[in-house]
């Protein structure tokens, strides 16, 4: 009876096992990189008090996020590049979906919030330091992870809940649409879920950065002064920048049926917003943001 099934096997890259060294070279790298740059951004950020303000304390969340986020899925992936097919007990499977979920949906408000940031500051300068104080920074971040623990919670039961008729995930990391391939009979359901939740956790953030940017570009478009206009825009640049790396591969991944599953397709896109967009996320607000580089040269 597969639906009693103790233990997943992760498949990862076997289609191209012959290139496994120069995957896991490549990856560690990443991987290293990707830490010490979040890492120096949290503590440059910690350690300056002219960067203790409400967009910095968003930036230094992100750095963590990031951290978490990769840390989640990596390890798993370069133990499979290193042996093979690996097992991952079901526990293991569903705590590693859980705190992948987690922290993708907590990063999706982050952003939001960030985006909010962007818009007070914008659109009312002169109330900004009122509007954005330490307790609304502060219960902004709760709700991301309050958010995050949600859905990480209802798609990790809802799930995990079903029974199972294959084994062999066709993925490094336990992720939703491969397992939806694995649940007996009709998934349909499982599949209207998994959009539903999506479009909370994804599309709603979005639209509310959609609204946030539409006003602030409003605003920047009655500015008195070219000057004026170019230096607001620099202030959003980096995360409208962070937000369309983000949105563009979670929503390719997610907002769509699994009828249109391709399992080497979404190996790529789970790469790009797993590893690639935590590693540009430091890379992008360092270097286009001249009080991170101020602070960097202290």
Same mark, same amino acid.
């Given at each position: ?36 740059? @979040?890492?120096?951004?949290?503590? !440059?950020?910690? &350690? ?6 409400? #967009?910095? /304390? *968003? =930036? ?19 133990? @499979?590049?290193?042996?093979?097919? !690996?097992?991952? &007990? ?6 590693? #979906?859980? /705190? *992948? =979920? ?197």
């Amino acid at each position: 009876n597969l639906s009693e099934v103790s233990e997943f096997r992760l498949l990862g890259f076997s289609e191209v096992s012959h290139l496994h060294p120069l995957f896991f070279v490549v990856l560690f790298s990443l991987y290293i990189l990707t830490l010490m740059a @979040n890492t120096v951004i949290a503590l !440059i950020i910690n &350690s300056d008090n002219t960067l203790h303000t409400p #967009m910095y /304390f *968003f =930036l230094t969340q992100l750095s963590c996020l990031d951290i978490c986020y990769l840390s989640v899925i990596v390890p798993k992936i370069l133990e @499979n590049l290193m042996v093979g097919t !690996i097992g991952i &007990s079901k526990t293991g499977c569903a705590m590693q #979906m859980f /705190f *992948f =979920l987690f922290f993708g949906v907590a990063e999706c408000f982050l952003l939001a919030a960030m985006s909010f940031d962007r818009y007070v500051a914008i659109c009312y300068p002169l109330h900004y330091t009122i509007i954005m104080n330490s307790r609304v920074c502060k219960s902004l971040v709760a709700g991301t992870y309050i958010c995050g623990t949600a859905v990480g919670l209802v798609h990790t039961i809802k799930t995990f809940n079903l029974p199972f008729c294959g084994l062999a995930i066709n993925h490094f990391f336990c992720e939703i649409q491969p397992l939806l391939e694995l649940l007996c009979g009709n998934t349909s359901p499982s599949e209207t879920q998994v959009i539903v939740v999506a479009v909370f956790a994804i599309l709603g953030p979005f639209l509310l950065i959609i609204y946030s940017y539409i006003c602030i570009i409003l605003t920047i478009l009655k500015m008195s002064s070219a000057e004026s206009q170019q230096k607001a825009f620099s202030t959003c640049s980096s995360h409208l920048l962070v937000v369309t790396l983000f949105y563009g591969t979670a929503s390719s991944m997610y907002l769509r049926p699994k009828s249109s599953y391709t399992a080497s397709v979404d190996k790529l896109l789970s790469l790009s917003y797993t590893v690639v967009t935590p590693l540009l996320n430091p890379i992008i607000y360092s270097l286009r943001n001249e009080e991170v580089k101020g602070a960097l040269r202290k």
